[in-house]
């Protein structure tokens, strides 16, 4: 069986409404968290939340970024400082897993030279030679992405195929990260190109890491989504409904789902 353990790493405010119609005007904290999942094969860490990274990467045109969303992170926040904090370099990573190509989800890469990478190819295809205005349209900032990163990534088609079983429903195959059986990745569509997600078989059943693919629970539990303004920076709406239908079906079927900005209480205001 797998372990999962989430990170806090930074957060950013906005209106509530932009994650979720009727969440009204109030400013709120999005937390940006990354996930540590051990299985019998490894460890692999999904996504990295923002780092210091971030900031230098946003000079120029691309201080718009921080100026629309505002980050806040903690000296002792980046992923790399926790994971140090309980003993765990970049060395004993097998892998980190890109979800999609949004800054606060990569700022962190840049601290985990030589590790593995895995994504989506079409996320990877997506950033090749973006920037300026479509680099911010995307949430991208093209300073966060490692130099070697070609000679070691490895993309999702390329990981072996496997059937789901049936309390997976409506997904039906996925790819095995490692070997072990523990960790499935599928392609969640809708918010960015290329958007990844993985299912995960814990002591207490499988759980979904869903990164994006909602911002809030009642995204798919209501099926009430995002602002519409939202889908200025988001890839393609009708994708992204469907991918919130699919996550319905998941939630009725008991399967846990965890969400990357996903608030630790509504209270959590700023
Ligand atoms: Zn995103």
Not at 2 to 22: Q, R
Not at 34 to 57: C, K, N, P, V
Not at 207 to 221: G, H, K
Request: one cysteine or more; a negative charge.
């Amino acid at each position: 069986m797998a372990s999962i353990t989430a990170f806090d790493v930074g957060y950013c405010s906005h209106p509530g409404c932009m994650a979720l119609k009727g969440a009204g005007l109030k400013n709120r904290c999005f937390p940006s968290r990354a996930y540590l999942i051990q299985t019998s094969r490894g460890l692999h860490l999904w996504d990295t939340g923002y780092s210091e990274h971030f900031m230098d990467a946003a000079h120029g045109i691309y201080r718009l970024y921080p100026l629309v969303t505002p980050i806040h992170l903690n000296a002792q926040a980046p992923i790399v400082l926790q994971l140090k904090r309980m003993g765990i370099h970049a060395a004993d990573l097998r892998n980190i897993v890109v979800s999609h190509f949004h800054a606060d989800h990569i700022a962190g890469l840049l601290d985990f030279p030589g590790v593995r990478i895995v994504c989506a190819a079409e996320g990877w295809q997506s950033i090749q030679g973006l920037k300026g205005l479509s680099a911010l349209r995307r949430a991208f900032l093209p300073g966060l992405v490692p130099l070697d990163m070609p000679e070691r990534t490895t993309f999702l088609h390329e990981l072996p195929q496997m059937k789901l079983p049936p309390n997976l429903i409506p997904f039906e195959s996925a790819r095995d990260i490692d070997g072990s059986g523990e960790v499935y990745l599928i392609e969640l569509p809708g918010h960015a190109i290329g958007h990844l997600g993985a299912f995960v078989h814990t002591e207490s059943g499988w759980t979904l890491l869903a990164s994006d693919a909602a911002w809030a629970p009642e995204n798919y539990t209501e099926l009430r989504g995002p602002s519409e303004l939202s889908f200025l920076v988001q890839d393609n709406r009708s994708n992204y409904y469907d991918t919130l239908r699919k996550m319905q079906r998941l939630h009725q079927n008991g399967i846990e789902i965890l969400l990357t900005h996903q608030q630790a209480s509504e209270s959590n205001s700023c």
